[in-house]
Structures are given as C-alpha cells and as structure tokens.
C-alpha cells in the first residue's frame, strides 16, 4: 500500500466529529448494571446447580420405606417376628420385572460381607425328608416335587411346587460358621440386596432364625430366602424361587410358591429336626 | 475499592472515547451508531474492568469494538449499503473534504470483515499481530483479508477518483 493510500485512510480518523452524548456516567450507571446482572446470574447457576447436585443425592438416598413403587404382598402371608435391631440401608433403587408378571422392589447395593461360611456341609436326609413333610402337610392344593441335588459340589437340593400358578421351587443348603449364631445373622443380614433388616427370631436352644425381604433372583425371577443359624455352628439356607429348581428351560410363573409364614415354618422346622 | 476502580476507569474513559468512536465511525460510517458502540464496548470493559490488566486494555478494547461492529453486521442490522461504485455525493453530507468522502464511501464498500482489518491496519494503525489478536484470527488471515480488502478499496476508489 502506499504512503498516499495510508496517510488518506489515517486522515478518516481526524474528521471533524460531531460532540459525543455519552458522558462517564452513563458508562458507569449501564456498566454497573452488568455486574449486578451479571453477579445475579452467578448466584442463580450456583443455586441450580446445588439444587440439582440435593435433589440427585436425596433421590439416591431415599430410604426403602419412601419408595412408593414396591410391589405390595409379593411374600404372601408374613411372619410376625419382629426385624432384627438393625440400622436400614439407604439407597434404595427400583428394581423391576416385566413381561407377564410385572414386579417392583426396592432393592440396595450388595454389602460387603465377611466370610462367614466356613465349610460346606451335607443336609441330612431326616431333614430333608421332615421338611418336605412339611411341606405336604400344609402347603395346600400343590404337587410337592422330590429332593434334587442339583449341585452336589455344594449339596444345593432342590425340590419343585407345582400349583395353579406354575412350578416353582424351594432350595435347601447347609454351611458351617465358626462365631454364635447372633454375631453370624448380623453379618449376614444385608446379603439378599435388602434395605431393611431381616425379620428375626431367636428360638429357646439360642439358634437365630432369619427371613429376608423378596429379592431379585437373576433378571426376572423373585425369591424368599431364610437362613437358619444352629448354635452347633451349622447354618442351613432356605430359598423359595418364583420358577422351577432347574433353572434352563423353567418359566417364571410371576409368584413365590410359599409365603414368607411357610418359609418362616420351614425354618422351625429345621431347627426342631435338629 | 470501588472508588478507586471507577477513579482509574474514569481516566481511561476520558483518555480513549473519542478515539475509538472515531474507530467506529471508521468502520461504519455513521456517528449515531459508532456512539453506540463506542459506549457499549466501554460499559463492557468498566463490567470486567477488574479482571483487565492496564497494559492490555487498550487491547481488550479494540477487540470488544470490532466484535461489536461485527455483530452488528451479522445481526443484519447494517445501516449502510454496500456500493458498487463511488457516489457523486458527499454520505451523510458530512462535513470531509470531498476526496475523504470519495475514500470514505469507497471503505463502506468493502466487506465488513476486509473493512475491520483495513480500519485496524491503516486507521488505528495497528500491527498485524495486534489486528490478529483484536479479531482472534492468526497474522496470515489478517494478511489475506487486507490483500482482498485493498481489492475492494481500490477498485472503488480509482487514482483518478483520488484528486480533488
């Protein structure tokens, strides 16, 4: 560009102007202004953003007893032992079932537990038979199923219900523990991804009995578990399932085939057989 | 503290205004609206005038009034009209001899992009760096558009067009 060019475009710059209308004040008072709505601006994402970071951290807090979505009676007729004394578990989220049997639980994360079980044992055939027994006599208007050792590394047996609603099933393990039977049920006492503690009883040979809210059992079935703590440091597990005892090709039938009360008998049972 | 900020603020007000209105009028040709742009980009610079290092205020500035130009432009809200060739009279019948209204038309015919890095380079006499930094591009687009922006000038603005 030449010296021409530029000294006729620096020249723009020196024009004779009219007066200017904007005096200091009117910056100041327009300026002020800015930093006030600015700074309120501040101040309001702040409040959204706490407000968003309460309600995210209430809605995973919100105790089991709040969550309105559980599906009520899931366990059938309940066991009136009170709950073991406790503390609830906080963080209770929604768990549900679709398809033909829609279900909702509450569920909360898996504890953290210690290795309690300290052996595996076999289940003697007195007690299975006395269970099933059992079983026959006041589980009405079932075919009750013989027991199945369905994993003999483990002894799990197994046996099938079968009533109006389907087939479902009810399992029997024993393991042993190497503390009473009180310190073990603590410990034990969140493991079916339950909230609220389990519904305890302590029966006069100081065994600890102990029923557990319905759980999820894999993706879409339920299942009741009990666990039965004898003071000789045996410990014999009870699970009612929503689906037959072999798992591959067996249906959900959407209902446990005991309710939490016969599993509760069961327990009983298993303590009075020794 | 506040005192002291408007106190400092109040100096470079009194010391710049009239320089960059002149920069806007530069850029738009029109003084009602380079008054507005002038004072909107001060109101900007007093609302952060506490995060704005002295040294660089000049800098911040530049930016802010050219930015705002811009927008303006881009906003659709253009005042001008782009000529195709230089007019026979006076724009605005301001007061400039008549070959500074022949220059002056000629700018307003240069794209508003090309016109703001003319205005930095040649007006405000600004480097290329400093025009670069003032529209957040690098040196060579700030070289490029002044290439095209001289284009346009001269096309509109012939020597013959040049004598008075």
């Known amino acids: 560009m030449s010296a021409d060019e530029q000294q006729a475009l620096r020249a723009l710059i ?5 007066a200017p209308t904007t005096t200091l004040e009117v910056v100041l008072r327009r300026g002020r202004a800015r930093v006030r709505v600015r700074q309120a601006g ?10 968003l970071l309460g309600a995210l951290v209430a809605w995973i807090q919100v105790p089991a007893h709040r969550l309105p979505a559980a599906t009520p009676h899931l366990a059938g007729e309940e066991v009136g032992w009170p709950r073991a004394a406790l503390p609830a578990k906080t963080g209770a989220t ?55 050792d369905l994993d003999p590394a483990v002894h799990r047996y197994s046996l099938d219900i079968t009533d109006a609603d389907g087939v479902g099933s009810v399992d029997l393990m ?39 809210p319905v759980a999820p059992d894999g ?5 009741l578990t009990a666990r039965l703590f004898r003071p000789d440091g045996r410990m014999l597990v009870v699970v009612v399932r929503s689906r037959a005892g072999v798992p591959f090709g067996s249906w959900d039938r959407g209902t446990l085939p005991l309710s939490e009360q016969q599993l509760a008998q069961t327990a009983l049972r298993l303590a009075a057989v020794g | 503290m506040a005192r002291a900020r408007d106190t400092e603020f109040a100096e470079f007000f009194s010391a710049r205004f009239d320089t960059y209105r002149r920069i ?19 109101v900007k610079v007093y ?30 809200r253009a005042r001008e009209h782009s000529v195709p060739e230089v007019p026979d009279t006076a724009v605005d019948g301001e007061s400039d001899v008549p070959e500074q209204q022949v220059l002056r038309a000629a700018l307003l015919g240069v ?27 690098s040196p060579g687009t700030v070289k490029s558009q002044t290439a095209r922006g001289l284009v346009a000038l001269r096309a509109a603005y012939p020597a013959s067009a040049r004598s008075v």
């Open chain 1, 219 to 223: 993706d879409q079935s339920i299942r």
């Open chain 2, 111 to 137: 794209p508003p992009g090309q016109r703001a890095v003319l205005v930095l380079r040649f007006v405000a006499d600004l480097s290329v760096d400093d025009v670069a930094s003032a529209l957040g591009c």
């Open chain 1, 42 to 51: 501040s101040v309001l994402a702040v409040v959204v953003v706490v407000g």
């Open chain 1, 94 to 148: 929604p768990w549900q079932r679709v398809g033909p049997h829609p279900a909702t639980l509450s569920v909360c994360p898996s504890s953290q537990v210690g290795a309690v079980p300290t052996g595996i044992g076999d289940t003697a055939e007195a007690t299975l038979q006395s269970v099933r027994d059992l079983l026959v006599a006041t589980v009405r208007d079932a075919r009750i199923g013989y027991w199945t």
């Open chain 1, 14 to 18: 020196e024009v004779p102007a009219p």
């Open chain 2, 47 to 76: 609302a952060r005038w506490s995060k704005i290092r002295r040294e660089t205020a000049d800098a911040y500035l530049r930016t802010v009034v050219t930015r705002a130009f811009l927008d303006t432009r881009r906003r659709g």
């Open chain 1, 174 to 212: 024993t393991s042993a523990y190497s503390t009473d039977p009180g310190t073990a049920a603590d410990t034990l006492a969140f493991t079916e991804r339950n909230c609220l503690p389990p519904k305890r009883a302590v029966l006069t040979d100081s065994s600890v009995a102990q029923v557990y």
């Open chain 2, 24 to 42: 806007a009028h530069a850029l738009c040709g029109d003084w009602a609206e380079a008054e507005e742009i002038a004072q909107e980009s001060f």
